[in-house]
């Protein structure tokens, strides 16, 4: 064999060797991704969650400044007269899909630890205009004085109305005093 063919078949050998364990190496990891990909969804998930830092959380960027100073002391106060704690969430696209705004608003209100733990008596509020749609999560303490079904209907009568207009503040504000009236009335 002269010494150009012998390189001509070593270059040849190692080339489909090296091609092969990347095809291989390639396909191994993404059968590595694909089992592996619910469990490390599922942490990333849990990791991205984002941190409250007040009663109204606007991700979404729905209100201004005032109307979350509004919004927030209402919530405030109510808190101080009742110890209900109601946290308000505007939701981004990026942070979760339309199916799951419910179960998201959910997680967060027990990631956030919303309401007291011994009375279990939060109310998370998730906003999505993106989505076009809300949800109310109540605590456990809350579930027991306010049915689902009011609760939709507080959505459907209070909320709504003003979102259609795409008023978010004045269908928040309305909203939540809504929501608060009949929980004051009722909590003991």
Known sequence: MTPFKYLSFLFLFFWTVTSTASCKSYSDKAK??????PSLTQEHFQDSLPRPYDYVNDFESLFS????????SLLQDFEKRTSIQIAVLTIDTSMTTRDSLEAFTLKIGNSWGVGQKDKNNGVVIGISQAYSKMSIQNGYGIEKILSDA???EIIDTAFIPSFRDADYFQGTLTGLKSLMKILEERYK
């Not at 590595?32 to 990909?37: F, I, N, P, V």
């Not at 400044?65 to 927030?72: A, F, G, M, N, R």
């Open 32 to 37: 590595t991704k694909d089992t592996l990909a």
């Open 65 to 72: 400044e005032s109307e979350k100073q509004t919004l927030d």
């Open 150 to 152: 009011e609760t939709k």
